[in-house]
């Protein structure tokens, strides 16, 4: 059974572990990286103990999706072929 739920708006991001972080009552921290949040994990560990808490997220905020930020702009596509402009014969 887990210890808690907690919100994952209520952990905090820490660089130096690479994982979201919540104080853990033995005074270590829970853990649980965003590789295990897009894999559906929703189990945070901590790593002193054997408590865990229940991390409450949305599933579709970790999910791989391609980075609207680093889109390829889309090429232009001919719309006619220019240098060669044939006459046409109008009687």
């Known amino acids: 059974m ?3 739920e ?3 708006e209520d952990m905090e ?3 130096e572990l690479q994982a979201f972080t919540y104080p853990c009552p033995c005074g270590d921290l829970f853990q649980i ?3 295990d949040l897009r894999l559906g994990e929703e189990i945070a560990r901590c790593p002193s103990c054997s408590l865990f808490i ?3 997220y949305n599933p579709e905020d ?3 999706r ?3 930020s680093k889109k390829t702009p889309a090429q232009p596509s001919p719309v006619a072929e220019i ?3 044939e006459a046409l014969d109008v009687q």
């Open 83 to 85: 240098g060669k402009v």
């Open 13 to 15: 991001w820490s660089e």
């Open 54 to 56: 229940t991390v409450v």
């Open 62 to 64: 970790f999910t791989d």
């Open 2 to 4: 887990s210890y808690d």
């Open 33 to 35: 990286t965003k590789e």
């Open 66 to 68: 391609p980075d609207k």
């Open 6 to 8: 907690v919100e994952i």
